[in-house]
């Protein structure tokens, strides 16, 4: 019963940002935290990033540390992904997802999940 919106992909030079959007709408009350998955093709999905809906509290997977930064607008229940220094490794379709679990373990409990927005680096 949540629906999700992601926006902001686009195409970008190597070592340019871009800046992700989510907006969740519906059911929201129940969900712990919000967060991103990407897929490049051919590939699995995987996590990104998450954001504890309540506390605040971040995690990023190891390679975009430093890089990438998850925030929160707990009023407007939107989830932004700021993403610096971008590689052309970072080339992928970008999922906004929520989650009943703690951002440590988002994966183990998504509810629902965006469309997906495009994120393309070139070299």
């Known amino acids: 019963q949540v629906q999700l919106a992601e926006s902001g992909g686009g195409l970008v030079q190597a070592g340019g940002s871009l800046r992700l959007s989510c907006e969740a709408t519906?059911?929201?009350?129940?969900?712990?935290?919000m967060g991103w998955f990407r897929q490049a093709p051919g590939k699995e999905r995987e996590f990104v990033a998450a954001?504890?809906?309540?506390?605040?509290?971040?995690y990023y997977r190891d390679s975009v540390k430093g890089r990438f930064t998850i925030s929160r607008d707990n009023a407007k229940n939107t989830v932004a992904l700021q993403m610096n220094s971008l590689k052309p490794e970072d080339t992928a379709v970008y999922y906004c997802?929520?989650?009943?679990?703690?951002?440590?373990?988002?994966?183990?409990?998504?509810?629902?999940w965006g469309l997906g927005t495009q994120v393309t680096v070139s070299s």
């Open positions: 997802a929520v989650s009943r679990a703690l951002v440590s373990s988002f994966a183990a409990a998504i509810t629902s």
């Open positions: 519906g059911r929201t009350s129940r969900f712990s935290a």
């Open positions: 954001i504890s809906w309540t506390g605040g509290s971040t």
